[in-house]
C-alpha cells in the first residue's frame, strides 16, 4: 500500500461546478500538506499549503486537511475550462521530504 | 525573482550514452530537490542535495547522480542510459527550513 493514494481521474466536469478533489494517507507523522497543479508539459505549480489540521482559503481555491481521517481535500468553486490540469497532493513530516499521490487529471467541459 | 531553471529543456540520447542536466535554483534557496516523472510511476524522488551535500537519496540505481556546487546550482548525471530513462526530469528548490517547493519547467529526455 501506498503512503499517498490519489484516484488518477481522469475527472470531468462542466464549466462552473464544484470541483472536489481528495487524497488519504496512512502516515500519521505526516503534518504538512500541499497541492499542486502541474499543466501539460510543465512543471508543478505549488497551489496551497496547510499545516496540520484546518481549511485554508485563497480565492476559488480551499484545501481542507482532516488528520483524524487521514485524508485531505482539495475543492475549485466555479471551475473554469483553464483549471483544466493535473492536480498532485503532496505531504511531509518534520524531515520535509515530500511524498507525492500520482495526481488527478481534472478537464473542465465548456 | 527569477524562477527555477533548467537546461536544456529536451534533450534525444542514444542508448547507451551519457547526459547531464542542469538547474538553477531560486535565489537564496539552498534545497535542490531532482524527480523523475513518467506516466505510468508519476513523480519519484532521485536525491536532495542541501548546501552541496547530498542529504535525501531515492530507489534509483546508481547510473543516477548529483551534485550542488557552492552557488546552489545543481547538475544530475546519468550515464550508460536505458530506453527506460525517458521521462520528465524536475528540479524543485526550497530555502530551507520548510517543506515547499518551487519547480522548473522541467527538461524532457528521449532515449533512443
Known amino acids: 500500500q501506498k503512503e499517498v493514494e490519489q484516484d488518477p481521474g481522469p475527472l470531468s466536469v462542466p464549466e462552473g461546478a464544484i470541483v472536489s478533489l481528495n487524497c488519504t494517507y496512512s502516515?500519521?507523522?505526516?503534518?504538512?500538506f500541499m497541492w499542486y497543479r502541474q499543466y501539460s508539459r510543465k512543471g508543478p505549480e505549488l497551489l496551497m499549503y496547510?499545516?496540520s489540521s484546518g481549511n485554508k482559503e485563497d480565492g476559488r481555491f480551499t484545501a481542507q486537511v482532516d488528520k483524524s481521517s487521514k485524508y485531505i481535500s482539495l475543492f475549485i468553486r466555479d471551475s473554469q475550462p483553464s483549471d483544466s490540469a493535473t492536480y498532485l497532493c503532496?505531504?511531509?513530516?518534520?524531515?520535509?521530504?515530500?511524498?507525492w499521490g500520482a495526481g488527478t487529471k481534472l478537464i473542465i467541459k465548456p | 525573482k527569477a524562477g527555477v531553471t533548467q537546461t536544456p529543456r529536451y534533450l534525444i540520447k542514444t542508448r547507451g550514452q551519457q547526459v547531464t542536466l542542469s538547474c538553477s535554483p531560486i535565489?537564496?534557496?539552498?534545497?535542490v530537490s531532482w524527480y523523475q516523472q513518467t506516466p505510468g510511476q508519476g513523480l519519484q524522488f532521485l536525491f536532495e542535495?542541501?548546501?552541496?551535500?547530498?542529504?535525501n537519496k531515492g530507489n534509483f540505481p546508481g547510473r543516477f547522480s548529483g551534485r550542488q556546487f557552492s552557488n546552489s546550482r545543481s547538475e544530475m548525471n546519468v550515464s550508460t542510459l536505458e530506453l527506460g530513462d525517458s521521462a520528465l526530469y524536475l528540479c524543485?528548490?526550497?530555502?530551507?527550513?520548510?517543506?515547499?517547493?518551487?519547480f522548473g519547467q522541467g527538461t524532457r529526455l528521449t532515449v533512443v
Open positions: 524543485a528548490s526550497s530555502p530551507g527550513g520548510q517543506p515547499e517547493a518551487f
Open positions: 535565489s537564496g534557496h539552498r534545497s
Open positions: 542535495y542541501f548546501s552541496e551535500t547530498q542529504r
Open positions: 502516515n500519521s507523522a505526516f503534518q504538512y
Open positions: 496547510t499545516y
Open positions: 503532496a505531504m511531509s513530516n518534520s524531515n520535509y521530504q515530500l511524498i
